[in-house]
């Protein structure tokens, strides 16, 4: 397992408007890594998918209440984790009410509701959900072998 080469961590309100936020910041991050533009895409998806999961259903709408998302950067991964502190549920029930899906469900036949996990679990490479004292959505999405390495592409772009 590699080490930790850097971690970041940004706190925002649980409201809407901050969720783009979030985007543009990984957005930033994921380009730096290597990551290429669908791979981009993928990550933003899910995380915007898991953040706006905490927007909605976390606090009631007076009570207000932020959301934490950290970004672990490894050599090889990128690791999500979103979290709340607000109203917590049970994974397993949610996803068995949902009924079983996989990558060939077509999506027209989804559950109201059930097409943010779906989503999550199809575009990363791994999900991980913990629901004690809030919400805890941990996701990977590895880098592809034919990575470029990011100080190389910077060095040739500067020398031009």
Excluded: W
Aim: negative net charge; glycine residues 10%; hydrophobic residues 40%.
């Amino acid at each position: 397992m590699n080490q930790l080469v850097d971690y970041i961590e940004m706190r925002i309100p649980a409201k809407p408007e901050y969720v783009g936020i979030i985007r543009l910041t990984l957005s930033g991050i994921a380009s730096r890594m290597g990551y290429s533009y669908d791979e981009i895409e993928d990550l933003k998806i899910a995380t915007s998918e898991a953040c706006t999961n905490a927007v909605q259903h976390a606090y009631k709408h007076d009570e207000g209440g932020d959301i934490v998302v950290g970004f672990g950067l490894y050599e090889d991964r990128l690791e999500v984790i979103i979290a709340d502190d607000g109203n917590s549920f049970d994974f397993e029930q949610v996803k068995s009410e949902l009924g079983p899906f996989s990558a060939s469900s077509p999506i027209d036949q989804l559950p109201e509701g059930g097409l943010g996990l779906y989503l999550m679990e199809t575009l990363m490479d791994e999900v991980r959900i913990l629901d004690k004292s809030g919400v805890t959505v941990f996701m990977i999405k590895y880098l592809s072998e034919g990575r470029i390495k990011h100080g190389a592409t910077i060095s040739n772009f500067e020398a031009n």
